[in-house]
C-alpha cells in the first residue's frame, strides 16, 4: 500500500506516521489487511522533529492550495490519505480568507485529486466537535450548526466526503475529534490551544495564562488515543458507516478547574501554581461555542475509547514526552 498522510509533519501526523511504521499494516480496498510499503508525508513546511528515517518514508513540502502540487501527491498508486492539514481554529477565526483558502479548497483538492486516480483510495478527513453549535450535549444525531469559521469549514469539508463517497470517487471517512490534550511542543494558534498549555508547561517548569473560567468544560483526548482512533476509523467496514461517513470520537468532560486541581495532585503545589488567570473574552466566546458533553455510539461500536481520566492523560504525557521527569 502506499500511504499519503497531509500535515504529515505536525504533531497528530507524525505521530500516525510513526504508529503505522511499527504496525505496517492497514485494511485494503478489498476489505484485508495490507503492508504499508510506502509512507508519504506532506506538509507546507520544513519538519521541526526530523521525519522518521525508514525507507518506505517520503517527506514531500507543498502548497495544499495549489491542485498541481496535490496532483502530483496523490497519484495513481495511492491506497489510503490521511488528511490533516489545515489552518487550526483561532488562525481560521482570524483570517477568514487563509482558514477557507486552506480548509476547504485544500480539502477539495485532495478530494479531487484522488478522484482523478480513477481508483476510489481511502480517504480520512480529520474534523472536529467545532462542527457542532453550542449545544452542551451532543449525540450522533445532533445537527450541525457550526459558531466558528473553522467549524463552518469542517461541516462543508464534511459533506463533500460524504457526497464524493456517494459518487464512487472516493472511500472517505470522517473522524471528529476533541481537543487534543496534552498537545507535546509549542503552543500553536488553535483556540483550545490553551487547554495543553496549562498543563505541558507548568509541567516543564514555565509559566502559563489561562484564558477561561475554571467552571469552562472541554472535552478532550489524548494524541495515543487519537491516533488509534484514526486507524479505528481507517479500517472501519464499509457497510458498518454506511451513508454517514462521519464518526464521532467521545472524549472525557472535565472543566478547567478540574484539569488544573489534576495538575495539581500530580505534580504538587510548584507546578500548579504556575498558571495564572489572565481572562481572553475572544478565547472564552469561541470555547463557549464547542459542547461539554458527547455521546457517541458510532464510536463506541467501532471499538474507539477515550481515555480514562486527567490523570491518565496527564502521566502519559509525562512518561512519554517528558522521560518520567516533571520541573519542581
Known amino acids: 500500500m502506499k500511504v499519503v498522510i497531509t500535515g504529515g509533519t505536525g504533531m497528530l501526523g507524525r505521530r500516525l506516521a510513526l504508529r503505522i ?22 506538509d507546507a513546511f520544513e519538519p521541526v522533529e526530523p521525519p522518521p528515517e525508514d525507507p518506505r518514508v517520503e517527506f514531500v513540502t507543498g502548497d495544499i492550495c495549489d491542485p498541481a502540487t496535490v496532483d502530483a501527491l496523490i497519484d495513481c498508486e495511492t491506497d489510503s490519505v490521511f488528511h490533516f492539514a489545515a489552518v487550526v481554529s483561532g488562525g481560521a477565526e482570524a483570517d477568514f480568507d487563509l482558514g477557507f483558502a486552506v480548509n476547504l479548497e485544500g480539502s477539495r483538492n485532495v478530494l479531487e ?9 481511502k480517504i480520512v478527513f ?30 462543508i469539508g464534511e459533506l463533500l466526503v460524504n457526497d464524493y463517497t456517494r459518487k464512487g ?15 507535546p511542543g509549542k503552543p500553536n494558534k488553535a483556540a483550545s490551544g490553551f487547554a495543553s498549555s496549562i498543563l505541558r508547561e507548568p509541567l516543564q ?10 467552571e469552562t468544560r472541554m472535552l478532550i483526548l489524548s494524541p495515543k488515543r487519537a491516533v488509534q482512533a484514526f486507524i479505528d476509523v481507517h479500517n472501519a467496514d464499509d457497510d458498518v458507516l454506511g451513508r454517514n ?44 461555542g464547542w459542547p461539554w458533553f458527547a455521546d457517541g455510539a458510532r464510536a463506541r461500536a467501532l471499538g474507539m475509547e477515550p481515555d480514562a481520566s486527567v490523570e491518565e492523560i496527564i502521566e502519559t504525557f509525562i512518561a512519554e514526552e517528558l522521560g518520567g521527569k516533571i520541573e519542581g
Open 126 to 155: 480529520t474534523s472536529s466537535l467545532a462542527v457542532y453549535g453550542g449545544e452542551r450535549s451532543i449525540d450522533d444525531l445532533t445537527a450541525l450548526t457550526p459558531q466558528t469559521s473553522y467549524g463552518a469549514q469542517k461541516a
Open 245 to 288: 461517513r462521519a464518526v464521532m470520537m467521545n472524549g472525557i468532560s472535565p472543566t478547567i478547574g478540574e484539569m488544573l486541581d489534576a495538575l495539581r495532585a500530580i505534580g504538587g503545589d510548584a507546578v500548579a501554581d504556575r498558571v495564572r488567570s489572565e481572562p481572553d473574552e475572544l478565547v472564552q466566546s469561541i470555547v463557549d
Open 205 to 214: 517548569g514555565e509559566t502559563v495564562a489561562n484564558p477561561v473560567s475554571p
Open 169 to 183: 470517487f472516493v472511500d472517505g471517512r470522517t473522524l471528529r475529534l476533541p481537543t487534543i490534550v496534552v498537545r
Open 21 to 42: 511504521l511499527a504496525k505496517p499494516e492497514l485494511v485494503g480496498p478489498g476489505g484485508a489487511s495490507e503492508a504499508v510499503e510506502k509512507l508519504v508525508l506532506f
Open 113 to 121: 485529486a484522488s478522484r482523478r486516480t480513477a481508483r476510489c483510495p
